[in-house]
Nanobody, 127 residues
């Protein structure tokens, strides 16, 4: 079956960095545009970033542009999100997921627009 397993979350001070990973199995990873989305406590889903199937094109929401970098290793079927200069407002559960369709940024913030999901990894930015 399809599995997406995120890792790399944790507690970090403002200004710190984290690198999230998402190991994917059960699908031909290199065929899929994949995304990171997040959900903060008490808030709705927020699209963060996407990367096309080859890793050539990347897309970011404005609040993370210049601070986060999405990448992928198709040989390892793994998606990454390098997060730097983290802010308290970045605190959220982060999920890797596959959009059902992609018509360009911004990505959707509706859960029903995504097909496969990981279990999420918690990122907490606090001093």
């Amino acid at each position: 079956q399809v599995q997406l397993v995120e890792s790399g979350g944790g507690l970090v001070q403002p200004g710190g960095s984290l690198r999230l990973s998402c190991a994917v199995s059960g699908i031909t990873f290199s065929n899929y545009l994949v995304s990171w989305v997040r959900q903060a406590p008490g808030k709705g889903l927020e699209w963060v970033s996407s990367i096309d199937s080859s890793g050539t094109e990347t897309y970011y929401t404005g609040t993370v542009k210049g601070r986060f970098t999405i990448s992928r290793d198709n040989a390892k079927s793994t998606l990454y999100l390098q997060m730097t200069n983290l802010r308290p407002e970045d605190t959220a559960q982060y999920f890797c997921t596959t959009p059902k369709r992609w018509s360009g940024p911004p990505g959707s913030s509706r859960s029903e627009d995504y097909r496969f999901w990981g279990q999420g990894t918690q990122v907490t930015v606090s001093s």
